[in-house]
């Protein structure tokens, strides 16, 4: 489905202004940036799998979601957890792979609806926004090699990131259309604006777990107890201390020695790379060809704006108020300076034949008429070898090395093919024998972090016949090789490595308990009269007290804020009690003594804009929830365990 950009790839960037999206709204885009994270997540096309394509994981109204889309989707989601600081320790496999499963069976129930709606996104919207994506750009400019860097690292070809982004912009679309049939009532806009004005006059006691730890104890056969139900919390991971070769590009460097006359030799046979290309700046007037203006009367339009320039009306002028160019027409046309395959054909080739001011006559492309003119030149230029001295050499340098690490490298591989050990290879090659110490298959540091490494190193041939392994490609510029040194079976550990850590949850657990029992003994007393500076005494704690406080009050623990919040308006003269268990396992006492409402009256003005804002994302987002879940509950699916 690739269009002609595909094959002329920056060619009609001059264009790419007028094919922008032009879906509006914050809670359109706040709707279709989830979906496309969802995308970044979880397309498809990123690793390359053995898994035969047939077998499935579920079926979606007779469409079926494959192991090798599951498998996909699970270490995409995996490399970003792990890219976020999670220990690969922490991520829950089963929990992983479910989520995983229920996004792809949402994802796929959307793009059923999506084509059943007939929702499409063309190429030319789709190329546009490709080469007007910034990370994709050098110097302001759609640089197709940094496209296919960028795509490349993450997993995708061209064709599949195109698909990617076609279905997650008619995603958008269908976003954008469950928003705009969201509504909101006006008695809806006073309550919310009320609620989110209201004030309370909150004050808490707090219970200080820590301080209750003497007050419990924690026998031995609780701890025994604890270790007997919970050992596969306390399995040792298997582990391997891996010996390596390390053989860098960079450290071979220094090592490197050339004269000049190499050097000159050198430059000659590179003398084209290193010279810089005529780039001519042009401004254009385009008038399209669409289905409301034919080519008869595009011309005619163009021959009129042409007729003025040659009686000497300003370019300038002309392009702002006739060129449907919206991206340089405000410039004046201009397109900026650009190199040899720039643009498309018909139109290089006159800009190539036109002086510096010089305009030309109509010019048919695809995108319409153009009438071009050329703003300035900067012509060839070829560096000579003392001014590029610097750079030649470091190429010169690196080229060398090139050469001498991939002599080395083979010969590493061949020593560590014969060797026992590390010592003769490090010796022969002057390398550095290193360590990792001990580290498990999943481990996140350093070497031990790379796959290929790991897949080495717990591999039979290296593991258990205890040789060395091949050459390992860390990238082409880095390759190692390794062995281990010594191997740990995954064992439990015993209850004297554990039984500290096991005592000190379980009294936490417990002063916790007593914490939250405490809490409600003076919940109770407050209850039935008793006054509140009297309940204070009594456990040895004083009241902190907040006036007219807000929700989400700055200062205010959370789930003391929220439990405040949740407590029923009391009477005149008393007082509504609560009680909360904090994230840190202390308890508080909640008492609110007054409680004040703001007008129903509508808001005005930027507060009403922002409330407006904010209750459309809350509506918008649960509409797209309905609308999920109802696919969900008409849709024929069906998973296989």
């Known amino acids: 489905m690739a269009s002609e950009w595909w ?5 009609n960037e001059m264009a790419i202004q007028r094919m922008r999206d032009k879906s509006d709204g914050i809670v359109a885009k706040i709707i279709v940036g989830l979906i496309i994270v969802v995308f970044a997540l979880f397309g498809f096309g990123s690793i390359t799998t053995f898994l035969a394509p047939v077998a499935k994981v579920a079926n979606v109204n007779g469409t079926d979601i494959s192991q090798q889309a599951m498998e996909i989707a699970v270490e995409r989601n995996r490399r970003i957890m792990l890219a976020q600081n999670v220990a690969p320790g ?10 995983v499963l229920k996004t792809l069976v949402e994802r796929e129930l959307l793009a059923q609806q999506a084509q059943a709606l007939d929702l499409e996104f063309s190429d030319s919207a789709l190329d546009a926004e490709i080469v007007t994506t910034e990370v994709f750009q050098t110097d302001g400019v759609f640089d197709s090699q940094q496209f296919q860097r960028v795509i490349s690292s993450v997993g995708y070809t ?42 309370r006059d909150i004050a808490y006691l707090r219970v200080d777990v820590d ?40 450290n071979l460097l220094p090592e490197v020695e050339f004269d000049e006359s190499e050097l000159v030799a050198f430059f000659d046979d590179t003398r084209d790379i290193y010279t810089e290309s005529e780039r001519r700046k042009a401004a254009h007037i385009l008038i399209e060809i669409t289905d409301e203006v034919s080519e008869a009367a595009a011309k005619e339009s163009v021959d009129a704006i042409y007729a003025r320039i040659v009686n000497g009306e300003d370019f300038a ?39 510096i001011s010089q305009v030309s006559k109509p010019v048919l492309t695809e995108f319409g008429y153009h009438i071009i003119k050329v703003l300035d030149v900067e012509e060839e230029k070829a560096p000579t070898l003392d001014e590029i001295r610097t750079r030649i050499e470091k190429d010169f340098r690196e080229s060398l ?23 003769d ?88 308990k007593l914490a939250e029992s405490q809490a409600q003994e003076m ?57 909360a268990v904090l994230a840190d396992g202390d308890a508080a006492v909640i008492s609110v003594t007054n409680v004040r409402n703001k007008s129903n009256d509508e808001p005005g003005g930027a507060e009403q804009a922002s409330l407006l804002r904010v209750l459309g994302v809350r509506q918008g987002s649960m509409d797209f929830q309905d609308f999920q879940e109802s696919l969900n509950k008409t849709a024929d699916i069906s998973k296989v365990n």
Do not use: C
């Open 90 to 99: 922490d991520i829950d496999e089963d929990a992983l792979r479910g989520d």
């Open 317 to 355: 002028a002309l392009a702002k108020e006739f060129s449907n160019d919206p991206g340089s027409a405000e410039k004046g046309g201009d397109l900026g300076f650009g190199e040899a395959g720039t643009y498309v054909e018909e139109f290089e080739t006159v800009l190539n034949a036109l002086s």
């Open 523 to 579: 919940v109770n007393m407050l209850e039935t009269g008793s006054i509140t500076r009297y309940v204070a005494d009594q456990y040895g704690l004083t009241w902190e007290v907040t006036g007219e406080a807000r929700r989400n009050h700055a200062g205010m623990d959370m789930a003391i804020n929220r439990e405040a919040f949740s407590l029923p308006k009391p009477q005149t003269g008393n007082k509504s009690v609560g009680y």
């Open 7 to 11: 094959n002329k790839l920056t060619r």
């Open 158 to 199: 061209p064709t599949s990131y195109r698909e990617e982004m076609r279905l997650g912009n008619e995603f958008g679309q269908l976003a954008s259309a469950i928003h705009g049939s969201s509504f909101l009532t006006r008695p809806a806009v006073q309550r919310t604006n009320s609620l989110g004005q209201q004030t």
């Open 401 to 423: 090395a090139e050469d001498i690490f991939v002599t080395k490298s083979a010969r590493l591989d061949e020593l560590a093919f014969e060797s026992q050990d590390l010592a």
């Open 425 to 512: 290879p490090a010796a022969d090659l002057d390398l550095e024998i290193k360590t990792t110490g001990h580290v498990s298959r999943k481990a996140d540091l350093g070497i031990a972090a790379i796959p290929a490494v790991m897949d080495a190193a717990f591999s039979a041939d290296v593991l258990l016949d205890g040789n060395n392994s091949s050459v390992i490609e860390i990238n082409s510029n880095n390759h190692v090789v390794v062995r281990v040194k010594e191997h740990s079976v995954s064992e439990v550990r015993p209850i004297e490595a554990v039984s500290m850590n096991i005592r000190d949850e379980l009294s936490k657990e417990k002063a916790t």
């Open 211 to 250: 301080q209750l730890r003497d007050q419990v104890v924690v026998e031995e056969g609780e701890v025994q107890a604890y270790y007997d139900a919970n050992t596969q919390e306390y399995v040792s991971e298997e582990t391997v201390d891996i010996e390596y070769l390390e053989l860098r590009l960079k």
